[in-house]
């Protein structure tokens, strides 16, 4: 079984795959650094703002985002 963090991390990458996301479309629309999308990638460091944030961006709720079987 995978890690949570590893989870989310990968979910990340494939909502921006599938829906053509850029990282710097990401940093634009949070007004983050554009190293701190890699760093959310990798999830080394995410706050649950942030995770609500992503989740809405991509119209999904929290738990689609963060929930794994």
Do not use: C
Request: proline fraction near 1%; glycine fraction near 2%; hydrophobic fraction near 40%.
């Amino acid at each position: 079984m995978i890690s949570k963090s590893v989870y989310i991390g990968e979910k990340l990458r494939r909502l921006q795959r599938d829906r053509n996301v850029t990282n710097k479309e990401l940093w634009q629309a949070f007004d983050v650094p554009h190293n701190e999308i890699s760093r959310w990638r990798y999830m080394k460091d995410m706050k649950l703002s942030m995770a609500i944030q992503i989740a809405n961006y991509f119209g999904i709720t929290l738990d689609e985002f963060v929930n794994y079987e």
